[in-house]
C-alpha cells in the first residue's frame, strides 16, 4: 500500500460526458501528479502541484484540468470525453517538488469511454 | 530533445536466470536516475535509485548500472522470478517522461 489514494477506481461513462477523479496524496506529501497510461502504453504525465500550485505542466488537454486543494488531496476534470479518453489515470505523490525521491503511485482510476 | 527511450520493449527469461533491462536517455544535464516495476493492474512501484556520481547501486537482487558516457543505464534483476514479471520503466531526474517501459515475462 502506497499510501496515495485514488477514487473511484473504475468508471464508464458516454462520449460528451464530463468526470472528476480524485486523489489524497500520502500524509505529508505536498507533491501531486496525474499520469494517463493508455492500454499497453506508458506513463504519460499530465500535471503536477504542489502545495496547491500547478508546478509542472505536461501533454494534458484543454478538456482537462486539475487542481490541488488546501488539504492538499488533488482532483482531475475531464470534460468533453472521447473514445480515446479511455485510460488507466494515476496519481502519484512525492514529499517535496525536488528533482529527486521516488513518487508514490495510487492504484488508479479506470476510465472508459463508451 | 530530451527523451528516455528503452530497447526493447519486450523481455522473457527463465525462471532462476538473470534480466537485464536497459534504458538509454539523450539528456547530459541528468543527475537522477530511477527504476519503477508496474505489475499488472496496479500503480509503478519504486525499485531502485542512482545518481550520477555513481556507477552503479545494488538493492536485493536488483542492480542498477549508469553508463554516461554512453548515456544509458541498466536494470539487473539476480535470479528472475514469477513475480518479478511486471513493466519496468526508467525516470530520469523527476523527468516524468517515462516511456513505453520493458515487459518482463519470466517462464518457469
Known amino acids: 500500500d502506497s499510501g496515495v489514494t485514488q477514487t473511484p477506481k473504475h468508471l464508464i461513462t458516454a462520449t460528451g460526458q464530463r468526470v472528476t477523479l480524485r486523489c489524497s496524496p500520502r500524509?505529508?506529501?505536498?507533491?501531486v501528479y496525474w499520469y494517463q497510461q493508455s492500454l499497453d502504453q506508458g506513463l504519460q504525465f499530465l500535471i503536477q502541484y504542489y502545495n496547491g500550485e500547478e508546478r509542472a505542466k505536461g501533454n494534458i488537454l484543454e478538456r482537462f484540468s486539475a487542481q490541488q486543494f488546501p488539504d492538499l488531496h488533488s482532483e482531475l476534470n475531464l470534460s468533453s470525453l472521447e473514445l480515446g479518453d479511455s485510460a488507466l489515470y494515476f496519481c502519484?505523490?512525492?514529499?517535496?517538488?525536488?528533482?529527486?525521491?521516488?513518487?508514490?503511485f495510487g492504484e488508479g482510476s479506470r476510465l472508459t469511454v463508451l | 530533445g530530451e527523451s528516455v527511450g528503452l530497447h526493447l520493449p519486450t523481455l522473457s527469461v527463465q525462471e532462476g536466470d538473470n534480466s537485464i533491462i536497459n534504458c538509454a536517455y539523450s539528456n547530459s544535464a541528468s543527475d537522477y536516475f530511477i527504476w519503477y516495476k508496474q505489475e499488472s493492474g496496479k500503480g509503478p512501484q519504486f525499485i531502485i535509485d542512482i545518481r550520477s556520481n555513481m556507477d552503479k547501486r545494488q538493492g536485493q537482487r536488483v542492480t542498477v548500472l549508469l553508463n554516461k558516457t554512453v548515456k544509458h543505464l541498466s536494470l539487473q534483476i539476480a535470479a528472475t522470478q514469477p513475480g518479478d514479471s511486471a513493466v519496468y520503466f526508467c525516470d530520469r531526474s523527476r523527468d516524468m517522461r517515462f516511456g513505453a517501459g520493458t515487459r518482463l515475462t519470466v517462464k518457469p
Open positions: 502519484a505523490s512525492s514529499l517535496a517538488s525536488a528533482d529527486t525521491g521516488e513518487l508514490f
Open positions: 500524509s505529508g506529501d505536498l507533491s
